[in-house]
């Protein structure tokens, strides 16, 4: 028995010392590993296209869209010496009159063809109501090695006005078998394009560029540079229908100081400090609301 993993087209090749039946196959019973021994690092198929006969020595499989999705997402299978497949004694029967199963064993790969398949980036969504980028993928993506500072968003794609992306506090995360991967915009990110007045009104000024080696995929292909990617249509660009919280105050009798800190970028422009009120309990019998001579100023992010 031995079998072949070809992860740039998607095949699984399984080879066997006698003719199987292939209409006995399980799928959910063939699992990809990272070592010999048994371990918490596996991907179990869902399913598959058969290639082979109906009764042969070897089995040829196309893996699904989902199965090619979650063996790339791991951080196994990658190579010769952390590919294995763990197949139990129901996945399939042979071609005998008694249908024998197949011996339950763990092999190591034989032949392992790596993806070198460029990824491309199908769409993106600029969602200014939870204050993210969110970039979808044809393949799994490392979004932890992404480089976010090389991200920039224009609103237009020639002599436009032009922002890129800083890297404090921005948080990279990735769903979806690790094909959609979300930038949580910082603060300095949100000044610079939600408020700047200039861009991200509507997809028609919002564009977005990456150049090449921005991000890779699992299998550490680079993708390939985006150059003035327009958000063409409505979902792509969602307005901020979100009210935002006031997190947190402070208050510094010496310096007469109220620090108020939100959940989102403020704009004090918009601050009536008459309908703040300052109270000694949170339904306090003693309440001193603010007066208007009361002056309001930002805080950089």
Do not use: W
């Amino acid at each position: 028995q031995s079998f072949n993993l070809d992860m740039n087209m998607g095949y699984l090749n399984l080879t066997f010392s006698e003719i199987m039946d292939t209409r006995s196959l399980q799928y959910g019973k063939l699992t990809i590993q990272q070592t010999l021994a048994p371990t918490l690092a596996r991907y179990m198929l869902t399913g598959g296209t058969l290639l082979s006969a109906m009764f042969d020595y070897r089995v040829a499989i196309l893996l699904t869209q989902q199965d090619f999705y979650g063996i790339e997402a791991t951080v196994f299978a990658k190579s010769l010496s952390d590919t294995f497949l763990s197949i139990d004694s129901s996945a399939i029967t042979d071609l005998s009159p008694t249908s024998n199963p197949v011996t339950n064993t763990t092999l190591a790969v034989q032949q392992y063809i790596a993806d070198t398949t460029p990824p491309h980036l199908i769409k993106y969504q600029l969602d200014l109501s939870t204050n993210k980028l969110i970039l979808t993928f044809d393949r799994p993506m490392a979004e932890n090695l992404m480089h976010v500072t090389q991200i920039s968003l224009s609103s237009a794609s020639l002599n436009g006005t032009t922002v890129t992306l800083t890297s404090p506090g921005t948080v990279v995360t990735s769903s979806n078998q690790r094909t959609v991967v979300s930038i949580a915009l910082n603060a300095h990110d949100l000044l610079a394009t939600k408020y700047s007045g200039i861009l991200a009104y509507d997809p028609t000024d919002t564009y977005l560029s990456l150049p090449d080696f921005t991000i890779s995929d699992t299998a550490d292909v680079p993708l390939g540079s985006v150059s003035y990617l327009q958000a063409t249509s409505p979902n792509q660009l969602i307005p901020d229908s979100s009210r935002m919280k006031l997190l947190e105050f402070s208050l510094n009798m010496l310096t007469r100081t109220l620090s108020l800190t939100f959940d989102d970028v403020a704009n004090p422009l918009t601050c009536n400090v008459t309908g703040i009120t300052i109270l000694n309990a949170p339904a306090g019998s003693i309440q001193v609301p603010l007066s208007s001579g009361s002056s309001v100023a930002s805080m950089q992010p």
